[in-house]
């Protein structure tokens, strides 16, 4: 699809020329470096889960067909095989597991999925209260509490989770089980405890190594996404507040709601229109704030490199200044210089009343500005490393070949610098696209939109800032889970995408 | 090996989260209520903003004194916690939330959601109704029952302003005092551009809004906002809307809340605020025997050149006592306690809170204060502000915001106002998924 000029024409191009054909290029590649997410990665993905399943029923057809009485009872009682061939730390293990998994779901999972399907059934009763400060025929009532939704939800996934883990323990009490039968019938060596336990600290070094992390990483991570998703799915809105009030499933609701809008408690707000409008101005700011900062960074950090220019130290130190005042500070230091008339420290010194953070256009240019200023000292400290490593004779011998500084700069010094920060170039501009911290300190999303059905959206929302009003201010917990969700997709597909269209993975070796 | 590691790591997860979940389980169930004895007496946790904690300690301290002599013991504890954060803190846990607290009666309907409110008895009712005006003690009044006790009634907003720049002849129409400021080089400060003060022209003039609830969910909305009042050919959306156009491109008009007014004070421009009682010590400050204030002015509109009451919204606060108390009834004896004639008067003293009794509205000393005496002259042209739902601060908010910029044609303000009012009152039903 792409149309590729030799090698000759190339090189005849001018130096715009050529720029102009490889962004050609670069553009040109996108849809199909998009449609290679569904056309390798995920039939890639697909082929691998399938390896999986298939060696998972394999692993279970071989040890029911070929194996002795001991390994097909860990089919019911787990560690069976290696209670019977004398393993018995393993049995224990894999026994205790059983045990205490049943236990588990007898006395806690089992009625915790059972509220699963409806996410708690026991509503808050109310009782009739005695008490002698109530006089005649007064009466009145006071709440019991029911079931949270939250926590049924909770405990529901935490269940399942045990339940995977389960059916893997399971899977493997067999797989280990049939391979000690094995290694009894080729009379072999079974090991026992405690060379199993020294294996941890030599060829299985490495799982003890990553139990900590991983360990971290479920609690930490996948589970409050697994929770969050689930909650895309419900109702848990201002009408639904748990423990008061049950929530529960609502299917595609909240997707529908966002693209046609219709969701109870807010009205007639348009989620779709404003999802769209704040998509835009979100993928705009990234992209400013990113390259902005990008390329003062570098213009700055090489002027202050340039042979020629005194007290070096100096302007860096002064430039590092930004830095080690804490950003917020900043930010909310610069949202009160801004503010309007009287009360802005700007204004009065210009003498005027310029609405740099309530008009809707300027304040989008007065928050990539002063993002820019809170950002070059990043860029600039990153590209001066960088700069001082290329080595001078590079530039030596172009001089000698009659380059100018135009020309060395973009044979030399530009790819050079490309080469090594293309990555953190994109984590910036994923980061970028998730900004809170800026926006909210400096503009706090504001001013208002002025469009009917805005639900209370603002002009320099990014999506991340909208979503904290969806959930700290309307407490739209649902509808926030679906964008969260769709900006997850947004900025995973982003960084899959020019992540790997980018040249510092495609040639990594040759780095000069 | 690994399948053991595994399993290993999988049994220790499992028995941490059983013994979680045992727990959490085991600490649900509820304790009984107190008996009120000296040995076991009632606990009851109150919540308050941090100004009023002395005179709540005290006043709590006075109603232990007092029972103690009929024989019931309290243990009863003060936490700093404004109308807010109140709010807050109940919307995730309603449960475990203080057995008193205040709220601004328009915080009724989420607080009715939490389930964090508990009604009246008839009784209760009708002893508030013997000492305060109907429309105080509705501030509590939500699906038919009552769920507060109010304290105060001071959210409202009215005129301050500098004797020195306004002609007394000039208090009761904008026009003039505008006139007078900007000949004065002083400055009119008013939030014109908020949701809460936007649609105060148009409530002047004779405008409606009111979110019929059930339950905790909106079922109707009902407005007239994009309706002409009879004898004229504009909306009361029209009318309201184009004056608070008109009024923020009047030279003297400055934008802001109490940021700007401190600001003002500071630059001797302050020369009339739209505000509450929440602000009348710094401005008596800030203009020293200059201070002046009184109700709020009429307003010729520019459209169709009527003149039109300015109308303020009127609120107030409340002490609700939280549905999950384990002491409910003496949580409840304690609120109303709470709301007493002499605890009001405290009140007032100690921090300027307007009382909702009526008799202390006719009180001398109150209506010595400028501020409060002001404010309960506009309470006669105001509108009560009911529980509305979050899409009416919203999509006014968005009003407001367009109107800042506004300058076409009335066609298109009418336009405006028809969207505003489609937002305003479309409803969705709550209905689970099938």
Known sequence: MEKTVSQIDYLGM????????????????????????????IPKLARKVWGAVKGFFLTLYNAMAKGDWKTRMSFAVMGTSQFARKQVMRGIMFLAFEILFILYMVVFGGAQLSLFGTIGRRAVVESETVSDFLTGDDIRFEKIPGDDSRLVLLYGILTMIFIVAFVYAWYANIKSGFAAQQLEEAKQH??????DFKTLADAQYHKTLLVGPLIGLVIFTIFPIIFMIFLAFTNYDVNHMAPDKLFTWVGWKNFQAL??????????????????????????????????????GMIVAIIINKKGIRFKKLWRTILIMTIAVPQFVSLLLMSKMLADGQLGIINVLLGTNIKWLTDPTLAKFTVILVNIWVGIPFTMLMVTGILMNIPADLYESARIDGAGPVRMYFKITLPYVLHVTAPSLISNFVGNLNNFGVIYLLSGGGPNMSMSGSGGAG?????????????????????????????????????????????????????? | MRKRFIALIACGALAATSLVGFAGCGGSGRKNANAGTQEDPYVLKVWGSAEQQEGLKQ???????????????????????????????????????????????????????????????NKEVSKLADRMPESTVNFGYFNKQYYGYPFSADNGFFMYYDKSAVKPEHLDSLDDILSDLEAAGKKFLFEGETAWYTLSFAYGAGAEYEAIYEGADVKEVKTNLNKKPSGSQYSYGQLGGKMVADLVKNPAYQAGGNDAISAALTSKTFGAAISGTWEADTIKEGLGENYAATDLPNWKSSLDGKTYKWFSFAGGKLYGVNGYSQNLEAA?????????????????????????????ANDPTVQSNIAVAAFLKQMDNSVVQRAMPQSYWDEVGAFATWLGTFSGTADELQARVDQMVTTLTTVTPVKPAA
């Not at chain 1, 509808?479 to 995973?492: E, G, Y």
């Not at chain 1, 960084?495 to 495609?506: E, G």
């Not at chain 2, 019931?72 to 936490?79: A, D, G, R, T």
């Not at chain 2, 449960?95 to 389930?115: C, E, K, R, T, V």
């Open chain 1, 14 to 41: 001018s130096g715009w020329g050529k720029f102009c054909y490889r962004a050609r290029l670069f553009f040109r590649g996108l849809p199909a470096a998009f449609l290679s997410i569904f056309t390798v990665l």
């Open chain 1, 190 to 195: 079974l090991p026992t405890a405690k060379e």
């Open chain 1, 259 to 296: 693209f046609a809008g219709g969701l109870s408690g807010s009205g007639g707000a348009r989620f779709g229109v404003v999802f769209g409008k704040l998509l835009l101005w979100t993928v705009i700011w990234a992209i400013f704030a990113t390259f902005t900062n990008y390329i003062l």
């Open chain 1, 459 to 512: 002009e320099t929302d990014l999506l991340i800032t909208w979503l904290y009003k969806l959930i700290n201010d309307k407490k739209q917990y649902g509808m926030a889970s679906v964008i969260s969700i769709l900006m997850f997709l947004l900025t995973a597909i982003i960084s899959l995408v020019v992540y790997n269209r980018s040249k510092a993975v495609k040639n990594e070796e040759d780095f000069m």
């Open chain 2, 59 to 121: 006043m709590v301290n006075k109603f232990t004194t007092e029972k103690q002599k009929d024989g019931k013991y309290f243990n009863i504890s003060v936490e700093v916690c404004g109308e807010d954060k109140a709010k807050e803190n109940l919307s995730t846990d309603a449960i475990s939330g203080a057995d008193i607290f205040s709220f601004a009666n328009d915080q009724i309907a989420d607080l009715w959601s939490y389930g964090a409110l508990s009604p009246l008895t």
């Open chain 2, 332 to 360: 409840h004896e304690l609120a109303a306690f709470l709301v007493e004639d002499e605890q009001q008067m405290t009140r007032f003293t100690a921090n300027g809170i307007v009382p909702s009794s009526k008799e202390l």
